[in-house]
């Protein structure tokens, strides 16, 4: 619904909003937040292009646009924002979910001149957003992202592998396939930006040490990029993390792999990996804590 009379500040520059135009990021967020609207801001961090649109009454939703069309995506960063979006559509309408709910959603360009997603994240806003954290806010978003994890890695899936791969009909039914599969994309990617990598030595060591993977039986729900900050979404007066941005880096696979994602990189939260371990009652997760092939596997 249009909001007739608000006057909204211009969005803050970057490079991510070249495109689109302010009166398309305006255009959206008024046909689809029923409220008055405060401000827009853009919100950089992910490969999609992101908006906080902030209400007059103090809650928030993220508008979600398509990568710019000059920016050259990896293999599972294609197709993010139908992924992203059908993630949401699905884990959203399971009861007592913690996942924000889609307000709007069109993954195709549609009269309204881009594909889009926008869902309510209530009064919570990006990570990235706030200024002048201390330690002790961090210590609080890191302990929580850890919690909020948890509560959704038990999510249930058929099969492993990324959620992209599974929208496209790959149904994987050990994790050593789906792993080979997710490296295999990886290296193709380095091979097309001709990045030197040892790229035979490293197809060596994923079909030599693959068995080790079979221990995994279960498929348990991860994020390779929960732990960047421009993709936290956060309760700004306790620092609780209340979900993500991006959730088209959703992955059925081994706990262990998300133990590696939250203690690399530099600007990224570093969480403690054994709160990350998926917790069911399978022969899955709580065997990567006593498995001697544990090792092999975070190498991997």
């Known amino acids: ?24 990021v305006v255009r ?16 950089p961090g992910t490969v999609q292009r992101v908006f906080l649109a902030e209400a007059t009454d103090g809650g928030c939703a993220v508008l979600k646009l ?6 050259r995506l990896l293999r599972h960063e294609k197709d993010s924002l139908a992924v992203d979006a059908n993630f949401l559509r699905i884990s959203s309408s399971r009861e007592g979910s913690t996942i924000p709910k889609i307000i709007a959603n069109d993954v195709t360009p549609s009269t309204l001149g881009s594909a889009y997603t926008f869902f309510d994240c209530g009064r919570s806003v990006p990570l990235s957003s706030l200024s002048n954290l201390t330690t002790a806010h961090i210590r609080v978003v890191e302990r929580t ?32 396939l789906a792993f080979a599969r997710m490296v295999e994309s990886t290296l193709r990617d380095g091979e097309d930006m001709l990045v030197s990598l040892p790229y035979d030595r ?18 348990g729900l991860l994020f390779i990029n929960a ?35 939250a203690t690399s990189g530099t600007s990224r939260l570093r969480l403690d990996p054994t709160a990350l371990r998926i917790s069911r009652n399978s022969s899955s997760a709580h065997a990567t804590v006593q498995d001697e092939g544990k090792v092999i596997r975070h190498l991997l």
């Open 1 to 24: 619904m249009e909001q007739s009379g608000a006057c909204l500040p211009p969005l803050s520059p970057s490079k991510s909003t070249q495109s689109p135009t302010r009166e398309l």
């Open 28 to 43: 959206l967020c008024r046909r689809s937040y029923n409220r008055p609207l405060r401000g827009i801001k853009d919100i």
């Open 66 to 71: 398509p990568p710019l069309c000059t920016v």
């Open 145 to 176: 992202l850890a919690l909020w994890l948890a509560s959704i890695s038990c999510l249930p899936a058929s099969s492993f592998g990324f959620l992209y791969a599974i929208m496209r009909g790959t149904k994987d039914q050990t994790w050593r």
């Open 202 to 219: 490293i197809r060596m060591y994923i079909q030599r040490f693959g068995p080790v993977l079979d221990t995994i039986t279960t498929p």
């Open 227 to 261: 732990c960047d900050r421009g993709n936290i979404l956060v309760d700004p007066n306790t620092m609780a993390v209340t979900g993500l941005i991006d959730y088209s880096s959703a992955v059925w696979g081994d706990p262990e792999l998300a133990a590696c994602s």
